[in-house]
Nanobody, 119 residues
């Protein structure tokens, strides 16, 4: 069974930084073939894609995080990262990762990791 385990969240002040990690286990598919994404869901809002990274390392970002967040991957560790700098209170959310498919996220969601940015 596929497992996504997110970690690295916490409470940080406005302007601070955090680095999130997401480890994938339980699938026979080669991690390096997967497009991966970081998503977030704030209270009362829909889950949204904030960053994605393709198998060739190509990246994409939501406008709200461009220039502040950086997504990266370590295929040997089957892990994807999200470096978040210059954090703002509006970045407060539970952050999740998932494999990106043609119709959206592929796997069942993990527990996510809470990021709280104080003003």
């Amino acid at each position: 069974q596929v497992q996504l385990v997110e970690s690295g969240g916490g409470l940080v002040q406005h302007g601070g930084s955090l680095r999130l990690s997401c480890a994938l286990s339980g699938t026979m598919f080669w991690f390096y073939t997967m497009d991966m994404g970081w998503y977030r869901q704030a209270p009362g809002k829909q889950r949204e894609l904030v960053a994605g990274i393709g198998r060739a390392g190509t990246t994409k970002y939501a406008d709200s995080v461009k220039g502040r967040f950086t997504i990266s991957r370590d295929d040997a560790k089957r892990t994807v990262y999200l470096q978040m700098n210059s954090l703002k209170p509006e970045d407060t959310a539970v952050y999740y990762c998932n494999r990106e498919g043609t119709s959206g996220p592929v796997f069942s969601w993990g527990q996510g990791t809470q990021v709280t940015v104080s003003s």
